[in-house]
């Protein structure tokens, strides 16, 4: 049987009830390039007749991991960003997404890039705890995500890329707070 949606739950379950941190994320990491390669997943779930926008598709009640689909129909990006305490596991489908990491410097405030590259189909990556980076992906991207929890539970830092300035988002979602 084809290694599909159901089959990766299961896995990314079992890592993270048996590996710790960098091992359960490097399991994550492996089965998503799995599920990337049964195309018949990709064209069920990541066509490109899918509505647009960030779909979380489960949420496990037992170790909290989200399991989202991003469709985008038009190019764009995101700025300089961390998941807080979470982590993500980003994986393309359809289309690239140039990734940049970056180190921010808390004593100069300062933002270097650290590494750039470009996540091309069937490759996935692997964002740890408060790692920060960008994306800017393709009209017509797709990418799959595993996220340790729900985003939207975490305090998440944002950054400028010219500026350097730093916001907070909080994790009731009211907003940003400035910190520089
Ligand atoms: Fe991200």
Redesign the pocket.
């Known amino acids: 049987m084809a290694y599909g949606k159901d089959e990766f739950i299961v896995d990314c379950r079992k890592a993270m009830k048996t590996l710790d941190g960098d091992k359960a994320r490097k399991s994550i990491c492996t089965s998503m390039e799995k599920l990337l390669k049964n195309k018949t997943f990709i064209a069920e779930n990541l066509g490109p007749d899918k509505e647009e926008g960030r779909h979380t598709v489960y949420r496990c009640e037992e170790t909290g991991f989200n399991l989202l689909f991003h469709i985008f129909d038009s190019a764009n990006g995101?700025p300089p960003?961390d998941?807080g305490t979470s982590w993500?596991v980003y994986g393309q489908a359809v289309g690239h997404t140039d990734m940049t990491e970056w180190v921010y410097d808390e004593l100069d405030k300062n933002l270097v890039v650290s590494k750039e590259y470009r996540l091309k189909p069937g490759k996935a990556g692997i964002?740890p705890p408060n790692a920060i980076?960008s994306?800017q992906y393709t009209a017509g991207a797709r990418f799959v995500r595993v996220t340790g929890v729900d985003l939207e539970t975490v305090s998440r830092r944002v950054f400028d890329a010219t500026t350097h300035e730093m916001r907070t988002q909080n994790s009731n979602g009211a907003g940003f707070t400035v910190e520089r």
């Open positions: 995101a960003h998941h993500a964002f980076h994306i």
